[in-house]
């Protein structure tokens, strides 16, 4: 495995500092960490109703790295021949997963980087990526309010399709599930 050149700036322990800017960057930062479970609940129940037995392995493959994301194409083309009579919902499903794309994306530079102090309120995060045989550091990025205020609202936003998606295959699913009873009952009364 190849080793990266050790480099003093990366011993150093990184925490945002008591100033207006940075106070607020915390709590952002906060908000995205805190809120990831949210996503992932909402992420898990859009298959819960298709397979409950599988929609664990499924969320986790959701998230399928970026670069091997075969396995989420193959449950978002599961789920999406499950509702093909359903466009909306399908294009629907569609947009948001590759909005959660982007928004993993992201935030995994943010959390798997490096970061270094440029100022007060301003970082430079350089991303540690895994590769074939060891690890390399990708470009780094600028880091500010801005940039975590923007992951928030694209966070905001993917819970809210996420969730309206969940409802709409929860309620879906209800629905069936109550016709099937219905024909069912009568099936009996028939007999």
Same mark, same amino acid.
């Given at each position: 495995?190849?080793?990266?050149?050790?480099?003093?700036? !990366?011993?150093?322990?990184?925490?945002?500092?008591?100033?207006?800017?940075?106070?607020?960057?915390?709590?952002? =930062?906060?908000?995205?960490?805190?809120?990831?479970?949210?996503? &992932? !609940?909402?992420? !898990?129940?859009?298959?819960?109703?298709?397979?409950?037995?599988?929609?664990?392995? =499924?969320?986790?493959?959701?998230?399928?790295?970026?670069?091997?994301?075969?396995?989420?194409?193959?449950?978002?083309?599961?789920?999406?021949?499950?509702?093909?009579?359903?466009?909306?919902?399908?294009?629907?499903?569609?947009?948001?997963? &590759?909005?959660? =794309?982007?928004?993993?994306?992201? *935030?995994?530079?943010?959390?798997?980087?490096? =970061?270094? *102090?440029?100022?007060?309120?301003?970082?430079?995060?350089?991303?540690?990526?895994?590769?074939?045989? /060891?690890?390399?550091?990708?470009?780094?990025?600028?880091? /500010?309010? &801005?940039?975590?205020?923007?992951?928030?609202?694209?966070?905001?936003?993917?819970?809210?399709?996420?969730?309206?998606?969940?409802? &709409?295959?929860?309620?879906?699913? !209800?629905?069936?599930?109550?016709?099937?009873?219905?024909?069912?009952?009568?099936?009996?009364?028939?007999?």
């Amino acid at each position: 495995m190849r080793s990266l050149k050790y480099d003093e700036r !990366y011993a150093r322990p990184i925490q945002f500092e008591d100033t207006l800017i940075e106070r607020h960057m915390a709590v952002s =930062w906060n908000y995205l960490t805190l809120n990831w479970g949210r996503l &992932e !609940y909402f992420l !898990y129940i859009i298959p819960l109703p298709i397979d409950s037995t599988l929609a664990h392995d =499924w969320m986790i493959d959701f998230f399928a790295d970026i670069n091997t994301e075969s396995k989420a194409r193959k449950v978002r083309r599961e789920v999406s021949l499950i509702f093909s009579d359903d466009p909306k919902y399908v294009t629907d499903l569609n947009d948001a997963l &590759e909005m959660l =794309w982007t928004l993993c994306n992201e *935030r995994n530079k943010l959390v798997h980087g490096l =970061w270094t *102090r440029k100022g007060d309120g301003q970082f430079e995060v350089q991303p540690l990526k895994v590769v074939k045989h /060891g690890f390399s550091l990708d470009a780094p990025n600028h880091i /500010g309010i &801005e940039q975590l205020t923007e992951l928030n609202r694209l966070m905001d936003k993917v819970i809210g399709r996420l969730a309206s998606i969940g409802a &709409e295959t929860q309620a879906a699913s !209800y629905l069936a599930k109550i016709e099937n009873r219905r024909k069912r009952a009568a099936a009996r009364r028939q007999a």
